[in-house]
């Protein structure tokens, strides 16, 4: 769509994915720090999106004054659209009776050309799936993805009609995804793939696009940044977002993670590869989920044969009556500081992982029932500070009867 901007100036161009702008003739009506939160961007909104369709009355007075209760909407409305055409001849456009109505509908005038975004987009899709050569339509496929740069008119989600389309355009987003990265396994077109992946995932986060990313890695011999991933994606989900990847994206991450391969090294190499970076770090090793997972999987195997005691101790941050705190900056704070405060409490063999926000998990090796009891007092003189009304609530169960 940039290309095309740069080549018609007459041609008023909109965009609606991630923020709000108008451009005409190299100058901006709104966006690009015009405040986008007006009557006059709410009516050019849905007149503009609704094309050649146009709006009913209520609708769009709806749209303009969000329930709210005025003596006479229809004269605000007519008083709105006057101002509107009023505004839009300061800039250079031609002069044209911009807004018409016909029995009750509103039009943008058919004499100004539009070029919409998401229009825009849902064109190019249209159009790449009717190509029939496949690098033809993967091509097609990038370029429409790449006007989906956002939430459709994301500043007015709360509005009826902008959330319908919004989620019929990350739908589409989506669906879009699936077809071109189809073709590009099909195609070995790994390069491809791990860009579309990148996009996808900044663009439309929490939706596993991390997942394509990972399968383009594995496949070009990046075996280093798929681990990276693998470990940065499942601590994000679960520590950032306080979620779970879906069961689709770590059956497919497990799987691929098992196709991770280095050049063949001498053992002392390899041993330099697996040393840790800080040695003469002291108290706990804190460290990311998978490998919490495979730490204490691998412990319980070790605890069937020699019966070490271990034992699994979830930390979580409360309220003086017991209750579970709610997302906020305060908690960020909170859950860092108890972490560094479980890390400094237990030994140099014991794992700590930060499971979730104000959550943390903790694999005591060689210790008892009665110890964990005292790793709990610990605990609680580093991380409460004078008379704070914040607790911690504490479980703890052996490994061997989880």
């Not at 009557?39 to 146009?54: D, P, R, T, V």
């Not at 097609?140 to 709360?158: C, D, M, P, V």
């Not at 101790?313 to 479980?342: F, H, Q, Y």
Request: proline share 2%; glycine share 4%; charged share 30%.
């Amino acid at each position: 769509m940039d290309d095309y901007e740069e080549k018609r100036d007459d041609i008023l161009h909109v965009r609606t994915f991630g923020s709000f702008s108008m451009r005409y003739n190299g100058q901006y009506i709104t966006g690009k720090n015009k405040t986008s939160e007006s009557q006059f961007n709410y009516l050019m909104q849905i007149l503009i999106h609704a094309g050649e369709k146009g709006v009913n009355r209520d609708i769009l007075e709806q749209a303009l004054f969000k329930n709210k209760e005025l003596d006479n909407i229809h004269h605000a409305a007519q008083s709105v659209i006057y101002n509107a055409k009023k505004r839009l001849r300061e800039y250079d456009l031609p002069d044209v009776n911009f807004i018409k109505q016909k029995n009750g509908v509103y039009y943008w005038t058919e004499e100004i050309p539009v070029v919409e975004d998401a229009r825009e987009f849902e064109r190019l899709i249209k159009e790449a799936d009717e190509i029939k050569d496949e690098k033809d339509r993967i091509i097609k496929y990038i370029n429409a993805l790449h006007l989906y740069t956002g939430e459709f008119l994301e500043s007015q989600l709360s509005t009826t009609w902008v959330a319908k389309e919004n989620w019929r355009y990350r739908k589409l987003f989506a669906e879009t995804v699936s077809k071109a990265s189809e073709l590009m396994i099909k195609r070995d077109e790994y390069e491809l793939l791990e860009s579309l992946g990148k996009y996808a995932s900044n663009v439309q986060p929490l939706s596993d696009w991390e997942a394509l990313t990972m399968e383009a890695y594995v496949a070009l011999g990046k075996y280093e940044e798929a681990r990276d991933l693998y470990e940065e994606t499942i601590d994000y989900y679960l520590q950032e977002q306080g979620i779970r990847p879906s069961q689709k994206m770590t059956d497919l991450i497990n799987r691929l993670g098992t196709q991770l391969e280095f050049p063949h090294q001498m053992l002392g190499e390899i041993k330099d590869r697996l040393a840790e970076d800080d040695v003469n770090h002291s108290g706990g090793y804190m460290c990311s989920y998978p490998v919490f997972l495979g730490i204490y999987h691998t412990l319980a195997r070790i605890m069937e044969r020699s019966g070490q005691s271990v034992y699994l101790m979830l930390c979580t941050i409360v309220d003086s009556k017991g209750n579970v705190l709610g997302p906020s900056s305060k908690l960020d704070e909170l859950s860092d500081r108890l972490g560094e405060a479980i890390r400094k409490t237990i030994r140099r063999s014991d794992v700590v992982n930060k499971y979730s926000k104000g959550q943390y998990l903790v694999l005591l090796t060689n210790t008892t029932l009665e110890n964990c009891d005292i790793i709990e007092r610990r605990i609680n003189k580093e991380f409460i500070i004078n008379r704070q009304r914040i607790h911690v609530k504490y479980h703890v169960s052996s490994v061997f009867d989880v």
